[in-house]
């Protein structure tokens, strides 16, 4: 027996016969004889379903996630509300395709509608797409949507201080194009401010920044909104959602566009994926918007209805013109971000962001009082924050692992420009104090 | 303007209510301003929604029962195999020693996805005939992209940079030529010929040392095998370039005929069409892309390799086109494709090829008598219909027999593509749909046809049975509402 | 269909009014009937200048987004005010419609314009090629 397949020996008979066919090999008759395959796959025979689980089941084992994690730099652990899981076990929703027949898809497209509500709350801005494929991507897609929306550009400056897989996949996306990128340096940690606008000229459409940035610190950006704009550019804003529970929004700092991704609000690590991108902007930057967007109209009796809008932006129509070749959006992913922010509400996010800062500053205290470790720079974080240990990260880590911990992201390995020493912390609310009192214990040991 | 009971959470928000209880902190918390800047922090209150738990569930839950899955029902949209979505798959992707794993963590605690990411990208390459590849890539149109800049570091090594030209057939999806120009290329249009298929005087023209090459799928979005494949491959080889595979139409093949063996450098697959993975509504999906020998040494990194001791992530790749996504892919796809191909095997998968192309066979031969086969000759997995004699006659649409087929529970198929078709009905059954299924279909489609004649406001009228009627779209575009406003509140 | 005589057409479906130094420019009858209920333009700022058969403008409906050329080179002098409220009136008075006017030196591009006669066999031709 083979698995999912309901033809019997009868019923594939009675086909043949209908479809006018001898035998099922006829069905290949148009095929080249020597590329039909005469030998079976080198891969093994088919399995049932409860060796299939037997064998993912050994696999799982080959995983190690007991140790209680510090590590951050893009992907968090977090609570995640029961109420997630459960809504996307509904297959009504993970079983659907994409829903361009909108009048039997109103749940996804009501669900990504509120998902777009949601994050537009978030970010303090007033338009925002179904999501992309994550937060480094985004990042792309808001540049591309800058250099679309400013005349005669072709300059993106963008921070040092972006997250490094973020400004990697900056320049492979735009290796190929006529775009010229370039670096802003960082001023202790945080963006140089006075850099970035000395830099600002003709032709540059936008710029981009992070914040909390690669090294989890807050950039201040008072006042940089007006002189980019002076400037005719777009300020672009990368940030962690669920850090916007109570940091202010890229909206209120002047942003035109806001990125980032949403994993922490609702999925696991899942070893990177899947995340999901967001993309906010303001009104006027709409109709420029890469992929998905679920609009509200009306049905023809006056009802309101749910439907995907503006697809004439997209590859299916505009096909080579297409500003961006993106199709899907992360739909099941979105909604668990969705499903999330229900769960929590405006005060519920309030309150998960202050344990995230409470919980890394008491960390970040207890071991730059009690240990020889060192603040890498002196600037304000949210939930993670980098230190300088007395020896190399790497001669820590595994001692570390064997208290029980994953001690924290080695930055030298992300960015060879950083100390080999530099540890990168994240904590968030989901960390007890238990486990941080262990920490620094197992640190004191680690370092003596 | 009713609502007919169906609110948004927004609009079920009640303040004070909370529908998630967080642990206490345990740790002091010291005054903000201590902390932080005021500047720092946010003025503006989001306005999140504030409901209760059960609010949530019973929103969410009131949500899918408006929403259709394969779970429900038959699924024949061409060119998106909305095949079933094993439960074994969900299942094993729960595991939480797959769900915790932190994508930093040191590799010698994360063997068992390694191991699962090798051994899948080594059974995905056998079963297309291809050297190693990639699993980086999120979705099937990102796949295209990353081929392309395949081709462009490719030709760029070997000093070739005035290969500038894509040609891609006239049948293509959108994204082959949107990928193509976003990695730098010009993208050329080739012709299909009567038969459906490329056409060699069309492909011909193009042959000259600017040609970088062609993106295909194969069979081809009219369900065609281009039976010139050989033919092709070796005339773009012999002037240089190379071909690039949409493998969106695996499912026809599959266990078959393997794209490398007929001559393709670079073929990308999406997991959540062929390998069984749910299409969540719009994704996350997985687009891996396989390559030829030729472009190893091009591919994104991080790479997933074994060594004597393990697996590892390898970045050490001086030639590679760079990083595409921020980690390694949709690991979470990724589980769930194994499984599937656990359970499949060797035999399995190339009976889905074979049941495939007989399901969409069968109805070919059973609906052609009630509606124009533009194409009518042995297909693969998928099939065209035209309701342009409908729409001249009686002037019914496909539009408005796709929305009919929404009445009967069914979700129409892939329609107005390709372009190439007019009043275009791609049909594509799946293997793992039964004769009864199909034969169900039939009638549906049969009755609709003679609706279409006797009736034909049943159409225009229809869908009367979903949660709403159909929607104007000229509305949505002319007044963009994309999100739901606080003062709307009553 | 329909195709005013005291126009000139482009191949790709623009009509072209000239008022002295001045090039009016709209889509034709044909162009919106292909393109169904017209929802937004894209239109350019005055003042901008633009190349010869430079894409100055976009016609979205809901199914395409038609790009508009300018057949010659110079400056938007004005953009039509109605189109931002009613994009509908493209479908309406297609040729009443026009979407901008743009101030030109060198009138050559003009040349390479249809009358009405020649446009009407080439729509004719593209019709047949569906």
């Given at each position: 027996m083979i698995a999912y397949l309901p033809h019997t020996e009868e019923d594939i008979k009675t086909m043949l016969v209908a479809a006018g066919i001898n035998d099922i090999e006829q069905l290949f008759a148009d095929i080249p004889r020597e590329l039909v395959l005469s030998k079976p796959l080198e891969i093994p025979e088919g399995l049932s379903e409860f060796e299939v689980y037997r064998r993912m089941q050994a696999l799982a084992a080959g995983n190690r996630v007991e140790p209680v994690s510090f590590l951050g730099c893009g992907s968090y652990q977090h609570i995640i509300p029961s109420a997630v899981a459960h809504v996307l076990s509904r297959s009504e929703f993970s079983t659907s395709y994409t829903p361009y027949q909108a009048e039997m898809s109103q749940g996804i497209l009501q669900g990504i509608f509120e998902f777009q509500t949601m994050i537009c709350e978030l970010t303090g801005m007033e338009v925002a797409n179904a999501s992309l494929y994550d937060g480094h991507t985004a990042a792309s897609e808001a540049a591309v949507l800058a250099l679309n929306s400013v005349r005669h550009s072709d300059t993106i400056l963008y921070s040092s201080t972006l997250h490094p897989f973020t400004r990697q996949v900056l320049k492979t996306h735009f290796s190929n194009l006529p775009v010229h990128l370039e670096e802003v340096p960082a001023d202790n940690g945080t963006t140089d401010l006075e850099q970035l606008v000395e830099r600002l000229r003709p032709g540059v459409a936008g710029v981009v920044l992070q914040s909390p940035n690669n090294l989890g610190y807050i950039e201040d950006l008072s006042g940089l909104a007006d002189r980019v704009h002076e400037n005719g550019s777009l300020l672009i804003v990368s940030a962690n959602p669920l850090s916007l529970g109570l940091l202010k929004s890229p909206g209120e700092w002047g942003a035109d566009i806001a990125v980032g991704d949403t994993q922490p609000l609702g999925l696991p690590s899942y070893f990177g994926g899947p995340s999901v991108g967001y993309i906010t902007a303001t009104e006027k930057l709409l109709r420029k918007m890469p992929g998905r967007i679920a609009g509200q109209s009306l049905d023809r009796e006056g009802t309101r209805a749910f439907l995907l809008t503006l697809q004439a932006r997209e590859q299916h129509i505009k096909r080579e013109r297409a500003t961006s070749n993106i199709c899907s959006n992360q739909a099941l992913a979105a909604l668990a971000t969705t499903v999330y922010l229900a769960s929590l509400g405006r005060r519920g996010i309030r309150e998960v962001a202050e344990q995230n800062l409470h919980k890394a500053h008491y960390l970040h205290g207890r071991l730059l009082k009690e240990t020889p470790v060192l603040a890498l720079h002196n600037r304000q974080f949210f939930n993670e924050f980098p230190v300088v240990l007395p020896k190399k990260v790497a001669e820590v880590l595994s001692g570390m692992e064997e208290s029980g911990?994953?001690?924290?992201?080695?930055l030298h390995c992300l960015d060879p420009l950083m100390p080999e020493e530099a540890l990168l912390i994240a904590v968030t609310e989901r960390r007890t104090r238990e486990e941080m009192d262990r920490y620094v214990e197992a640190m004191k040991e680690a370092l003596s | 303007m009713s609502e007919k009971n169906n609110p948004l959470i927004f609009e079920l928000s009640k303040p004070g209510r909370r529908g998630y209880r967080l642990p206490d902190l345990d740790v002091p918390a010291g005054e903000l301003s201590s902390l932080l800047d005021p500047g720092l922090l946010r003025e503006r209150e989001p306005k999140l929604p504030e409901v209760s738990e059960i609010d949530v569930i019973r929103h969410y839950t009131a949500l899918s029962r408006r929403n259709y899955g394969v779970d429900l029902g038959f699924y024949p949209l061409g060119s998106c195999t909305m095949k079933y979505n094993p439960k074994i798959n969900e299942q094993v992707a729960a595991f939480e020693a797959f769900q915790q794993l932190h994508p930093l963590q040191p590799e010698s605690c994360a063997q068992g996805t390694l191991a699962l990411m090798h051994e899948l990208l080594r059974q995905l390459s056998e079963v297309t005939g291809m050297s190693w590849g990639t699993l980086q890539p999120f979705a099937g149109a990102h796949g295209e992209f990353t081929g392309m800049k395949l081709f462009k570091a490719c030709f760029q090594k070997r000093g070739e940079s005035g290969r500038t030209k894509v040609l891609v057939p006239d049948s293509a999806h959108g994204t082959n030529p949107a990928s193509a120009h976003l990695a730098g290329f010009e993208v050329v249009e080739v012709h299909s010929d009567s038969r459906g298929l490329v056409s060699l005087e069309s492909l011909k023209e193009h042959l000259d040392e600017t040609l970088a090459g062609i993106m295909m799928t194969n069979p081809n979005t009219l369900g065609l095998f281009e039976e010139d494949i050989l033919e092709i491959s070796r005339a773009i080889h012999d002037v240089g370039g190379l071909l690039y595979y949409d493998g969106a139409n695996l499912n026809a093949i599959v266990g078959k005929v393997r794209p490398g063996d007929m001559g393709f450098d670079v073929v990308h697959l999406n997991l959540h069409k062929t390998f069984s993975t749910p299409h969540g509504g719009g994704g996350p999906g997985c687009g891996p892309v396989l390559v030829s020998e030729t472009l190893l040494p091009f591919l994104p990194v991080p790479d997933v390799v074994k060594r004597g001791d393990g697996y590892h992530l390898e970045n050490n790749r001086p030639d590679s086109i760079g990083r595409l996504s921020g980690f390694y892919g949709n690991v979470a796809v990724m589980v769930r494709a194994y499984a599937y191909l656990l359970a499949m095997g060797r035999d399995g998968l190339a009976r889905v090829g074979e049941l495939a192309v007989l399901n969409a066979n069968y109805l070919k031969e059973r609906l052609k008598d009630s509606y124009e086969l533009p194409y009518d000759r042995l297909c693969k997995h998928e099939f065209v219909l035209s309701a342009r004699g409908l729409k001249e006659k009686l002037g019914v649409t496909a539009l408005d027999v796709a929305k009919r087929l929404l009445d009967f529970g069914i979700h129409p198929p892939t329609v107005y593509f390709p372009l190439i078709v007019q009043e275009a009905l791609m049909i594509e059954p799946t293997e793992t749909e039964s004769l009864e299924v199909l034969d169900r279909f039939v009638q549906v489609m049969k009755t609709i046809a003679r609706e279409a004649a006797e009736s034909p406001e049943t159409l225009k009228q229809a869908p009367t049975s979903t949660p709403v009627r159909r929607i104007d779209e000229v509305l949505a575009a002319r007044k963009p509402i994309v999100r739901w406003h606080p003062e709307e509140q009553s | 269909m329909e195709i005013p005589k005291d126009l000139k057409y482009a191949k790709t479906h623009e009509w072209v009014r000239v008022e002295g130094d001045v090039a009016y420019i709209g889509i034709s009858d044909y162009a919106q009937e292909e393109l169904g209920d017209i929802v937004y333009v894209e239109m350019p700022a005055a003042g901008d200048s633009y190349q010869k058969n430079e894409e100055a403008a976009t016609v979205e409906s809901v199914k395409a987004a038609s790009a508009i050329y300018t057949p010659v080179a110079g400056t938007i002098k004005e953009i039509n005010p109605e189109l931002e409220n009613a994009p509908e009136s493209i479908n309406q008075k297609p040729y009443q419609a026009f979407i901008f006017a743009i101030q030109f030196s060198d009138a050559s591009g003009l040349d390479e314009l249809l009358d009405a006669e020649s446009y009407q066999k080439h729509v004719e031709q593209e019709k047949a090629g569906h």
């Open positions: 911990f994953f001690a924290g992201v080695e | - | -």
